[in-house]
């Protein structure tokens, strides 16, 4: 019994929607947004199987003053533009720009989720939470979530996952999403 709670994706954003702005540390501004394709495509998924989907993703950057709250916006406004352009949903996006990992809504704590959980009645035990670093899947495990790490095989070497899947591409996400929701 669902209680008429709908299901969620809850996607990490930097390494999974846009690509890593390594070798920097932070996507500063909106012309260092570079979205997956196969994150569009991941979404169209979560979309067509009836799923919610939301972006949670910590912005430490804002907090320690590397940017700006202005440039944390605009990149999230090219982010909705894109997803509106594709014809798709973002049900939300949730950030945290606290510097302490003491803060309920800075992943790996699960304030985030949460927080989406209530305010749309989504059931987290029927959610997933994809990311590419071992706090995303931390964060899914404490929501009740069911967890996807996609990173390259030798970011498992440094920090193995207790992720219940694993994918060692952002490519193989969408094919994984229509076989497992």
Request: glycine share 6%; net charge neutral; with cysteine.
């Amino acid at each position: 019994m669902n209680d008429g709670k709908q299901p969620c994706v809850f996607f990490d954003r930097d390494g999974i929607v846009n690509r890593d702005p390594h070798p920097k540390r932070y996507v500063e501004q909106p012309d260092e947004f570079h979205i997956f394709p196969a994150f569009i495509e991941s979404l169209r998924v979560a979309n067509e199987k009836g799923f919610a989907a939301v972006v949670i993703t910590n912005q430490k950057g804002v907090g320690v003053g590397v940017m700006t709250q202005q440039a944390l916006d605009a990149i999230h406004a090219k982010l909705f533009a894109a997803i509106r352009d594709a014809g798709l949903k973002l049900h939300d996006l949730y950030f945290c720009t606290s510097t302490d990992d003491a803060h309920p809504h800075r992943k790996p704590n699960p304030g985030m989720l949460l927080a989406a959980a209530q305010k749309h009645s989504l059931d987290l035990s029927r959610s997933w939470m994809i990311g590419d670093k071992e706090r995303d899947i931390t964060t899914g495990r404490r929501a009740g979530c069911k967890t996807v790490r996609v990173c390259l095989p030798e970011k498992l070497i440094k920090t193995p996952t207790a992720a219940d899947f694993y994918l060692d591409s952002i490519e193989k996400l969408p094919d994984f999403l229509r076989e497992y929701l």
